[in-house]
């Protein structure tokens, strides 16, 4: 099942991919999947939308496949390529930060380069949202507490990030955490989303290239470690770091400028697109 959070023309919809076409409910409580997540409603709402009627994609907005989740919980240096080129070390224990809903952006909508900051980096990451929390959860039944996966873009403003030890600042700014389009359930790809394709393009350039399957600490086990020190709850998204090949490690650095376009694909769960636009 694949599920989308739409609006079109002053109204909100629950959108589903059935077959290669679009089908849409337009029902706001539907939209609400972060609610439909939480009441392990989910499955319900993505048959109403399969029932929907038939649109062109084209025609529709986007937004972040979960609004406001309980918690966004990001992973840095969760590829050994990425640890070896920001020569931090390959990590013994998942390094972590956060981000904020009001960063989240969806598929097709502008990513803002700042006016206090040109040093706009790409990063592309496979998501994970849950569909039930808990505490110390074990590694082995981990992925049963997966809703679906997703895919972001982590875009960083790389001179506020690494001003501090603490990475907030740079990983927050207002319309920068590009994610969606879909969240795709669990049963579409492999166990745990493992040995999938991903790689980000800017302007058609292959930036990075990767796979699922080099993550350093897999879904379960980072499901696993987080539920050993915080209670997980249903709609915390996970973002899992990103491969190699990133702007700020690169010789001379390389940063998106307005006008770029900025894709980020995984295999098996979508495309999503944006386009820099200067504040």
Same mark, same amino acid.
């Given at each position: ?8 023309? =002053? #109204?909100?919809?629950? &959108? ?8 849409? $409910?337009?029902? +706001?409580? /539907? *939209?609400? @999947? ?5 009441? =392990? #409603?989910?499955?319900? &709402? ?8 038939? $649109?062109?994609? +084209?025609? /529709? *907005?986007? @937004? ?6 309980? #918690? ?208």
């Amino acid at each position: 099942m694949r599920l989308a959070r739409v609006s079109k023309d =002053g #109204k909100t919809g629950l &959108a589903a991919k059935i077959d290669g076409e679009t089908k849409v $409910v337009w029902d +706001a409580g /539907l *939209t609400d @999947l972060d609610a439909q997540i939480a009441s =392990g #409603k989910l499955a319900a &709402a993505g048959a109403a939308a399969a029932a929907g009627e038939t $649109v062109d994609e +084209a025609s /529709l *907005t986007f @937004l972040p496949p979960v609004a406001k989740p309980p #918690k966004i919980i990001c992973m840095g240096l969760n590829y050994r390529d990425h640890a070896e080129e920001a020569g931090l070390g390959i990590p013994d224990f998942p390094v972590l930060f956060g981000r904020f809903a009001s960063s989240l952006i969806g598929h097709g909508a502008p990513i803002i380069l700042p006016k206090v900051s040109e040093q706009l980096d790409w990063e592309a990451e496979l998501v994970v949202v849950l569909s039930k929390g808990g505490k110390n959860i074990a590694e082995s039944g981990a992925l049963d507490h997966v809703a679906g996966y997703s895919v972001f873009n982590d875009a960083s403003i790389r001179d506020y990030q690494l001003r501090t030890p603490q990475w907030t600042a740079g990983k927050n700014f207002d319309d920068t955490g590009a994610f969606g389009p879909w969240l795709v359930t669990p049963d579409e790809v492999p166990a745990g989303a493992a040995g999938l394709k991903i790689e980000c393009r800017v302007n058609g350039e292959v930036m990075q290239s990767s796979n699922t399957g080099n993550l350093i600490f897999t879904v379960a086990n980072t499901i696993h470690l987080l539920s050993t020190f915080m209670t997980l709850e249903a709609g915390d998204v996970i973002v899992m770091g990103t491969p190699g090949g990133v702007g700020v490690a690169r010789d001379p650095q390389v940063w998106m400028k307005a006008g770029d376009v900025c894709e980020v694909e995984i295999e098996g769960i979508g495309l999503l697109k944006n386009t820099v636009v200067a504040e």
